[in-house]
């Protein structure tokens, strides 16, 4: 019987036998393994034998965690990353070739489009940024040379969402692969895997670490096509994630259920109070019963998360002010920490992307994100209510 999405964050695949009985997996701080003769160390290169070579190739504790992530994502294989974008990259140079096309979300992390934008320019590979909010928007931008369908939802800072049973159903007609990035709900609150997506890329530097002490990323698919990553994209590029980062993921994961409901319920009282208040125009929240996708969240999310995005009344000028007049809140890109975080997208997180894409993406000068950390909701509203009365 699987375990339960919870039980399964802190049970893994650990052989405790092997160390010593230590209930929490050692952390394998070598670059190197020994072979016991010549032949097996050769047996192990040919892909005909068990055991490590060399920690680009593969680490016990990086293992453990990638083992974890697939359990959790309800995948065949999960690799371990650098970063998010290590990730992202990965398995995007892997899928596509010069001449492809990829349908994008209408939003997604501003290095996401940055490197499309690279990939572009420097091999060929074009992008088009679409609302997906039925058939009609995919059909009329598929184009001959489409090859994937890459979504953040929700849309990161927007909160967009997309349809899985949309975006899957097309992708098995048309033969793309659909690659969702699952940063922002966790495995916790929505795993797209279970619904047919290909492909789940995180940033684990996030609510997967959870303490805001770690840079990674981690990609999860099938068997076969993970071990294409994994043979050049991983093994030749050589992004791969350290051990020690490893094990403080494998920590931050088994309080990651408990971790999001608080940032859930939080998220759910501030976005309240918020929608609320005078000085906030409109607040972007898939829990809020007026967001346009709230049946869409409930359809495919186990909860709303814990991210709301809000403009203020005002401008540019006014969302700075209730940043600098913050005390408690952090202003710091990132999110899914123990603190809650806020940051401007426009001229941060979203800063590469041109005016002109951002505004069409829904990224205005006056979106304030705010990432709903762990503190008693009422500290957080209290610091963000002084910080609003001074507009
Ligand atoms: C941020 N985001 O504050 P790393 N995918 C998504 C992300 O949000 C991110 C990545 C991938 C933020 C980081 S901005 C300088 C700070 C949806 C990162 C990339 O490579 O681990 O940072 O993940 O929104």
New binding site residues.
């Given amino acids: 019987m699987p375990l339960n999405k919870e039980t399964g964050y802190i049970h893994g695949h650990e052989d405790k036998e092997r160390h010593y009985g230590s209930l929490v997996p050692p952390i394998y701080q070598s670059s190197t393994f020994t072979f016991p003769d010549a032949e097996s160390g050769a047996a192990r290169f040919s892909g005909n034998g068990n055991g490590y070579m060399y920690s680009r190739l593969g680490n016990p504790t990086v293992r453990e965690f990638e083992e974890r992530m697939a359990a959790a994502e309800r995948g065949e294989k999960a690799l371990a990353f650098a970063?998010?974008?290590?990730?992202?990259s990965a398995v995007l140079t892997s899928l596509l070739r010069s001449g492809d096309h990829v349908l994008v979300s209408k939003g997604?992390?501003?290095?996401?489009f940055g490197l499309l934008s690279w990939l572009s320019d420097r091999f060929d590979v074009h992008a088009n940024y679409i609302s997906m909010e039925n058939k009609s928007d995919l059909a009329e931008n598929l184009q001959p040379t489409t090859k994937v369908i890459y979504v953040?939802t929700p849309i990161?800072?927007t909160m967009k969402m997309t349809d899985f049973s949309l975006i899957t159903q097309f992708a098995q007609e048309h033969n793309l692969t659909v690659i969702v990035?699952n940063?922002?709900a966790s495995p916790y609150l929505q795993r797209p895997l279970e619904h047919n997506a290909d492909v789940v890329?995180?940033?684990?530097?996030?609510y997967l670490g959870g303490h805001g002490d770690v840079?990674?990323?981690v990609a999860v698919g099938s068997f076969d096509f993970m071990e294409v990553v994994r043979k050049n994209a991983q093994k030749d590029m050589g992004g791969v994630l350290g051990s020690f980062e490893a094990w403080l993921l494998l920590r931050g994961m088994k309080t990651l259920s408990v971790r999001m409901d608080r940032h859930c319920a939080n998220a759910k009282v501030i976005a309240e109070k918020l929608k609320k208040h005078l000085q906030v125009e409109t607040i972007f929240f898939p829990g809020d019963p007026d967001f346009q996708q709230c049946e869409l969240t409930s359809k495919q999310m186990d909860q709303p998360g814990g991210m709301i995005s809000f403009t203020v009344k005002g401008g540019k000028e006014a969302a700075f002010n209730v940043m600098n007049r913050l005390k408690m809140i952090a202003i710091a890109?990132?999110?899914g920490d123990a603190e809650t975080l806020i940051?401007h997208p426009a001229s941060?997180?979203h800063a590469v992307i041109p005016e002109a894409e951002r505004e069409f993406m829904g990224i205005s000068d006056n979106m304030l994100?705010l990432?709903v950390g762990l503190e008693h909701y009422e500290d957080i509203w209290n610091d963000l209510e002084q910080a609003l009365a001074g507009n």
């Avoid at 997604?108 to 996401?112: A, D, H, K, Q, S």
């Fill in positions: 970063s998010g974008m290590a990730a992202v997604v992390y501003g290095c996401t953040e990161n800072p990035d940063t922002f890329v995180h940033s684990a530097t996030k840079i990674a990323g890109v990132s999110l940051q941060m997180t994100r990432s």
